[in-house]
């Protein structure tokens, strides 16, 4: 990490004489001074100007999953010390991975796209093991790679605020009487502005996150608020609201899943494995056909009078 420095380079011979003279001029001397007394005290301050600059550090930033960069990340660094076998049918997702991050591709998409399957299969294993429905399949995923743009804290609040917005608007245009869909870009219009207000009084708070924050993770978390709109039209508002925190906890476990290091590594260095364990496991989770934890507690005390 580079650190900017200063360093002091002695003036030329009649720079510098002019500026004994100046400090000559504005320094009380003892009259019985000799020239090269004054020279070399001054050379002394000049020399110890350097060592009182205070060099401060730039914060070390955490590295973005969604972004690629120019610097060696971790993830190329593990790829490039990887000690890879001859080419056979139990390594060559391997090969063609290793040598398409040596062509330039970044081996952050890459994991991102293997590990994707990964987070599908964990909200369908909590719908069908636990009950946890959320807002299907799709969008706990889609969130939770937001949240890696964006981090934990500033995700969470732009999907809070992003609902409480395009609810607010929901109940602005009972007035207007139009149709689905220009009713529902009149919603993205509303929440659009509430966004763009929230990003106009981020320098006045200082909120560094949110100012430098990218398009993407707010175009997907804009695009939540049809879906919570539709819940609320086709359900009710109760049921929008436990659809929403459910949706919200499995994009959190999505978001430290995909953010755990040691997965990414295994990842990337045992790409065949990791695939067919994948499948195996999303094959296993359709084969079961049982009650679900949540269901086995609403209908508990009806469990226990057959026993």
Same mark, same amino acid.
């Given at each position: 990490m580079?650190? #900017? !420095?200063?360093?002091?380079a002695a003036p030329p011979e009649s720079e510098r004489m002019k500026i004994l003279e100046e400090r000559l001029s504005e320094v009380p001397i003892d009259e019985g001074a000799s020239l090269d007394a004054v020279e070399a005290t001054f050379s002394a301050e000049a020399e110890a100007t350097p060592a009182a600059v205070v060099e401060e550090k730039p914060e070390e930033e955490k590295p973005d999953l969604t972004q690629p960069t120019k610097k060696e990340t971790r993830l190329e660094g593990l790829l490039r010390t990887q000690e890879l076998?001859?080419? #056979?049918v139990t390594n060559f997702l391997r090969h063609a991975?290793?040598?398409?991050?040596?062509?330039?591709?970044?081996?952050?998409?890459?994991?991102?796209?293997?590990?994707?399957?990964?987070? @599908?299969?964990? /909200?369908?294993?909590?719908?069908?093991?636990?009950?946890? =429905?959320?807002?299907g399949i799709f969008t706990p995923a889609v969130i939770s790679v937001a949240f890696l743009a964006t981090g934990i804290v500033l995700g969470v609040f732009l999907f809070i605020f992003i609902l409480v917005a395009a =609810?607010?608007?929901r109940?602005?245009?009972?007035r207007f009487k139009i149709q689905y869909l220009p009713r529902m870009a009149l919603l993205i219009w509303f929440v659009s502005m509430a966004i763009l207000g929230?990003?106009?009084?981020?320098p006045w708070v200082e909120y560094e996150a949110l100012m430098n924050l990218g398009i993407f993770p707010i175009l997907l978390l804009i695009l939540l608020a049809e879906t919570f709109i539709d819940v609320q039209i086709t359900r009710s508002f109760?049921?929008?609201? !436990?659809? =929403?925190?459910? =949706?919200?906890?499995?994009?959190?476990?999505?978001?430290?899943?995909m953010n755990w290091g040691s997965l990414q590594d295994f990842v990337l260095l045992h790409p065949e494995?990791?695939?067919?364990? @994948?499948?195996? /496991?999303?094959?296993? /989770?359709?084969?079961?056909a049982g009650l679900r934890l949540l269901e086995v507690w609403k209908f508990r005390h009806v469990i226990k009078g057959k026993k």
């Open positions: 580079a650190v #900017n !420095s200063r360093v002091w076998k001859p080419l #056979n991975i290793a040598e398409t991050v040596n062509r330039g591709v970044p081996p952050n998409t890459i994991v991102l796209i293997l590990m994707f399957p990964l987070v @599908a299969s964990l /909200v369908a294993a909590a719908r069908h093991f636990i009950g946890i =429905t959320g807002f =609810t607010g608007a109940f602005l245009m009972r929230l990003i106009i009084i981020s109760s049921q929008a609201v !436990s659809m =929403t925190i459910e =949706t919200l906890i499995l994009a959190t476990i999505s978001f430290y899943l494995i990791f695939v067919l364990l @994948a499948a195996f /496991v999303n094959i296993l /989770v359709g084969k079961y």
